[in-house]
């Protein structure tokens, strides 16, 4: 708890410090303009005020796969937004940072510097009320290997309890690079002293990761203390997608979450393949894919990734579970049944970090106990995320599946849904057929009418599957466009971004947040009525790829692979 006392003492002695210059208007600490990114401007009295932007540095994907949530992409659009709504360019700010330590320090001096006086004028000179401004802060959040998957903004909440992780340290790093088999990355040594370097190796481990907690805790105690002190004076403090623990916001933008994820992929699963006709005479096969990583000790059930895919698999139960219990709906690997409950999320999770992971799993899930056929019937596949379907794409077709997500719906070629995407037209596609009716007899077929059905038996089963992703990859568009994978998701972003412009504008104007549509009161890092700023994540499939992510801008016909 030592680390603990130190942080409130830090946080105490910047509250102090804050409070004096309020009383001085002079202030020792430093303000870099350029630091992390962010550059400092000045305000004319004829715009809506200030906007100071805070977010984290990009993460990157596994083999560099970009996903389009990402806050490089958003920021501008954001920028964009302000200036529209009517913000001046120059009055909007922006900084970015790698950890929560130096984000926290940005926006401390901001703040400090901000009433000071030091920033901010009109072009007369005379300093803008800290009441037309407002700071938004994306505060900067652990994501492990599993979680940065899904894009830069998903969800979080920041703890402030003292054992709060930080994103990747380089002992992580160390331990997620140990082989399956627990042997050492390093080379082996024939020294008498291995033993002790090894001991004094997790010595210094062990002081390395204490001061990563005395730095994380110093850290939240220090921006929580920033953004109150902005609060008091006036400044009007706006959180984008991680909310922190007991902290209360003027206004919270709420990104997709795990359970939103996993709800939106069931969702468009069980609409396409029509759940509500199934029968149990001919059940469709689906099977969930929830990849994770184990925690620093080989924990299972414990860990930021681990909790992300028990979320996750929560959202996809609300949509699939009761299917499962009619029986309309089962899994040909058996694990999912009747019997399973919300809880149950470790029976299809598995660990991503493992080679050849997501393939391996597939395969097992998928190996085939019959004998008319070298494939087993499968409908859907929900993958989570872009990654994980270009994957599950790649071992589909290594197992000899054919055809693609357009053929359930025959209606609709490969080349249809092409002319369509280039001609600028988006593409309407007809129900999915009725379930195939179970045979009234099966004693009645003779040989020629046996042989005929197990051929039509054998394509169903090699019949290539709908499957479902998210983060709109653009290593994954042109598997959509073709229709190897029927979906992925994406946050709307300009929507958002056009939102949040409204709400800086209405905070630094006084007007209320409680004329928007998209905005309503929830519950925030634990704190009842929070005003809070949602948009449902869009779905994306062939369909609709066009009006999403085309016509907006997000990706051209090149990016799509047309």
Not at 242 to 267: C, M, W
Not at 458 to 469: E, H, I, M, N, R
Not at 485 to 500: C, F, K, S, V, Y
């Amino acid at each position: 708890m030592g680390f603990v006392r130190r942080s409130v003492t830090i946080a105490t002695a910047i509250t102090a410090a804050c409070a004096m210059v309020l009383s001085l208007t002079a202030c020792s600490a430093s303000h870099d303009d350029d630091a992390d990114g962010g550059t400092k401007t000045t305000i004319t009295s004829d715009s809506m005020g200030a906007a100071a932007l805070f977010t984290p540095s990009d993460g990157i994907t596994l083999n560099q796969q970009t996903p389009l949530n990402k806050w490089a992409k958003l920021t501008p659009e954001l920028t964009d937004a302000l200036v529209q709504y009517g913000f001046k360019k120059e009055n909007i700010s922006h900084a970015t940072s790698d950890t929560l330590d130096k984000q926290s320090r940005a926006i401390q001096d901001y703040v400090v510097n901000r009433l000071s006086g030091k920033t901010v004028t009109d072009d007369s000179g005379i300093a803008i009320p800290a009441e037309n401004t407002t700071v938004l802060v994306a505060p900067v959040v652990a994501a492990d290997d599993s979680t940065r998957q899904y894009g830069d903004y998903v969800s979080q909440e920041l703890s402030t309890e003292s054992d709060a992780d930080e994103g990747a340290t380089d002992s992580d790093d160390a331990t997620s690079d140990q082989p399956e088999d627990g042997s050492s990355n390093g080379q082996s040594s024939s020294s008498t002293n291995s033993n002790d370097e090894s001991n004094d190796n997790t010595a210094d481990s062990d002081d390395s990761t204490e001061n990563d907690d005395d730095t994380q805790a110093q850290a939240v105690q220090r921006l929580v203390s920033s953004l109150k002190l902005a609060q008091e004076s006036g400044m009007h403090v706006v959180l984008l997608a991680n909310s922190i623990e007991g902290y209360k916001p003027d206004a919270f933008v709420s990104f997709s979450d795990a359970r939103t994820i996993g709800h939106l992929q069931a969702q468009n699963v069980a609409a396409k393949l029509e759940l509500d006709k199934a029968s149990k005479d001919n059940p469709k096969r689906i099977e969930v894919l929830l990849p994770y990583t184990t925690s620093d000790d080989g924990d299972t059930g414990a860990g930021i990734d681990s909790q992300f895919a028990k979320e996750a698999f929560q959202g996809i139960w609300q949509v699939l579970g009761a299917y499962y219990q009619k029986g309309t709906v089962i899994s040909p690997s058996g694990a999912l049944t009747k019997n399973t409950t919300e809880d149950d999320w470790l029976n299809v999770a598995y660990d991503i970090g493992k080679d050849r992971a997501t393939a391996k799993v597939l395969s097992m899930r998928l190996e085939h106990s019959g004998s008319t056929s070298t494939t087993t019937r499968i409908d859907g596949i929900i993958a989570m995320n872009d990654y994980v379907a270009s994957e599950v794409v790649a071992k589909l077709d290594d197992l000899g599946y054919t055809g693609s997500a357009a053929d359930i719906n025959p209606q609709i070629t490969i080349s249809g849904i092409i002319g369509n995407i280039t001609g600028k037209k988006d593409l309407a596609r007809e129900s999915v057929p009725d379930p195939v009716k179970a045979p009234e007899n099966d004693d009645s077929a003779n040989d020629t009418g046996s042989d005929a059905a197990n051929e039509t038996d054998k394509g169903k089963d090699s019949q290539w599957p709908l499957v479902t992703g998210y983060g709109s990859y653009i290593s994954s568009i042109p598997n959509v466009v073709k229709g190897k994978q029927w979906m992925t998701g994406i946050e709307n972003r300009q929507l958002l971004a056009a939102d949040i412009a409204e709400v800086c504008g209405r905070l630094n104007t006084g007007k209320p947040l409680s004329d928007m549509s998209s905005v309503r009161d929830s519950t925030v890092g634990g704190i009842k009525k929070v005003p809070t700023l949602n948009e449902p994540p869009l779905a994306v499939s062939a369909s609709n790829l066009k009006a999403t992510l085309i016509d907006p801008g997000y990706i051209s016909l090149a990016d799509a692979g047309l």
